[in-house]
């Protein structure tokens, strides 16, 4: 029997006197050079590889191991694990040859298993190691492009053949492609060509994990659908359950898992870490390379359609509340990606091509951002840095000032701004100290005095709603909508109220609970 000590913490008393009637063996970890060997010239023996190919293989993996304990960090920080698992993915992707050259599917797939987790810092030493060892210095071959496969049709992202799904690829133009963001969809665009490894995501929060996934399936055709998990998630939502059909007989109804896999979805499984464990559990069989699933109520093994593809995001545990530190076994199943926070300079780059911002303003609310961050204080919405304002808000921000009626020459567009700013920022934090460093520091860098008391007085209120920038009050509705339902389980009194405002808003005629529809 297999025991992972990461899960000791899950056994309980029954089960510890259980596992004393058997006959625990401990397996080590394979680093026997002649073991190594066999099982590298097993995976290669079609390609039928010359010794120093072998060797260099062989001395590669032993490096990196070695590398992995004293210089390389990945996306988080900590030391990297390479395992058998990594070694084998490598190997696996190398034996299918799918660049049509050896030593161009050896650097794909030596970089797909062994680069991706890293810190981008770590990156030129196993780069440089694997043209060392595998490539024995010889370059010439990644100047070249990797043909298209003739079994299949494929779309070309940043170099690499991705599988066209049923739909017709579009490229939505909205969506801002700095210097980052295509170093992203290159390491992502490498592992969905590979068309079968389950992809794990690891970021801050806003830092475009799932809307590059989205993107990425739009642009090559294929449909993309996404479950959001939080700790009270239910297994049944993966699955499916029995209900009732329309004549009143009891049926199974598949969930979205199942009928991704049948079809040959693309699924997102965002915020995986705040997944119950029995949902974790689940999964296990999927993630193996036999992509099947055993649906327990139903007796049926189901089988994933060729395009079939998992991602997971997450962002880091400990950062934010509620989230799990997934166990190494369970991670060793993905190819691990982490996405860096964006440069300043790219946040300025995407304010003013999304939403229509003048650079000098983007410049100052990435300031803003920044100066607030920096601080580091406690808030109990979120930890850490982000304790003011994340990405996210920024974007809401700026998304403000794009939804206005600009019609008026003489208004000052400096004090707008940072009024907006204390609204949204200043309307969550708990400590009148901390809505005070947000006032200071917005005045600090628009030049601007905020009146919060102005802000808020029945004269201002009735002046903003008027009918030329019903879209920007539909869109502060929704925010603020969202920000109460989330925090309480029934409907509050100030929500009744603001939903009262927005059906008005959008001349509609419902009950309370359907405008509830507006922001689902």
Excluded at 173 to 192: E, G, M, Q, W
Excluded at 210 to 236: F, K
């Amino acid at each position: 029997m297999e025991q992972h000590l990461s899960h000791g913490h899950r056994i309980n008393h029954t089960l510890k006197a259980r596992l004393k009637r058997f006959t625990e063996l401990y397996v080590e970890e394979l680093e026997n050079e002649g073991d190594l060997r066999i099982l590298v010239s097993d995976y290669l023996k079609g390609l039928n590889p010359h010794r120093n190919i072998i060797s260099g293989i062989i001395s590669f993996y032993l490096a990196v191991r070695k590398e992995a304990h004293s210089h390389l960090v990945d996306g988080t920080g900590h030391r990297p694990h390479y395992s058998l698992r990594t070694l084998c993915r490598a190997l696996k992707y190398v034996a299918a040859n799918p660049c049509c050259s050896v030593q161009r599917s050896l650097y794909e797939g030596f970089c797909l298993s062994f680069l991706t987790q890293l810190d981008r810092s770590s990156h030129p030493v196993v780069q440089k190691l694997v043209c060392q060892h595998i490539l024995m210095e010889n370059t010439k071959c990644l100047k070249q492009s990797i043909p298209s496969p003739s079994d299949r049709p494929c779309v070309d992202v940043e170099g690499y053949w991705v599988s066209q799904g049923e739909m017709e690829p579009a490229l939505d133009p909205s969506y801002i492609l700095t210097a980052s963001v295509k170093l992203n969809l290159r390491d992502l665009s490498r592992v969905v060509s590979a068309g079968t490894h389950p992809v794990l995501i690891q970021g801050e929060t806003s830092v475009g994990k799932t809307s590059l996934i989205h993107w990425l399936a739009a642009a090559t055709g294929n449909q993309c659908v996404r479950i959001n998990n939080h700790e009270h998630t239910d297994i049944q939502e993966y699955i499916g359950c029995y209900s009732s059909d329309s004549r009143g007989k009891l049926v199974f109804k598949e969930g979205v898992l199942i009928d991704a896999m049948r079809k040959g979805y693309w699924i997102i499984l965002d915020e995986l870490n705040l997944a119950p464990t029995d949902v974790l559990e689940a999964l296990n069989r999927l993630l193996d390379d036999n992509r099947e699933l055993f649906v327990a109520e139903t007796q049926e093994v189901i089988k994933a359609h060729p395009r079939f593809l998992l991602f997971a995001t997450q962002n880091p545990p400990g950062l934010y509340g509620g989230r799990k530190v997934l166990s190494r076994a369970f991670r060793n199943r993905f190819v691990e990606l982490h996405f860096d926070e964006l440069p300043s300079a790219e946040l300025e780059t995407i304010l003013h091509q999304r939403c229509s911002l003048p650079p000098s303003y983007c410049s100052k609310l990435v300031k803003v951002m920044q100066d607030l961050q920096s601080l580091r204080r406690g808030s109990t919405v979120f930890a850490g840095k982000h304790g003011f304002i994340t990405l996210r808000d920024l974007f809401r921000w700026a998304d403000r000032y794009r939804l206005q009626e600009q019609t008026d020459a003489s208004q000052d567009w400096l004090q707008y701004l940072a009024n907006d700013g204390f609204m949204l920022l200043a309307g969550r934090v708990r400590k009148p100290e901390e809505e005070a460093i947000i006032l200071s520091t917005l005045q600090k860098h628009f030049k601007r005095t905020v009146n919060p008391e102005s802000l808020f007085s029945q004269k201002q209120v009735t002046a903003q709603f008027s009918e030329s920038n019903i879209n920007y009050h539909i869109l502060i509705l929704d925010q603020l909508i969202l920000s109460q339902y989330i925090n309480s389980l029934s409907i509050p009194p100030a929500t009744q109220t603001i939903c009262s405002i927005k059906l008005q808003l959008k001349n509609k005629n419902a009950a309370l609970p359907e405008c509830l529809w507006f922001f689902r």
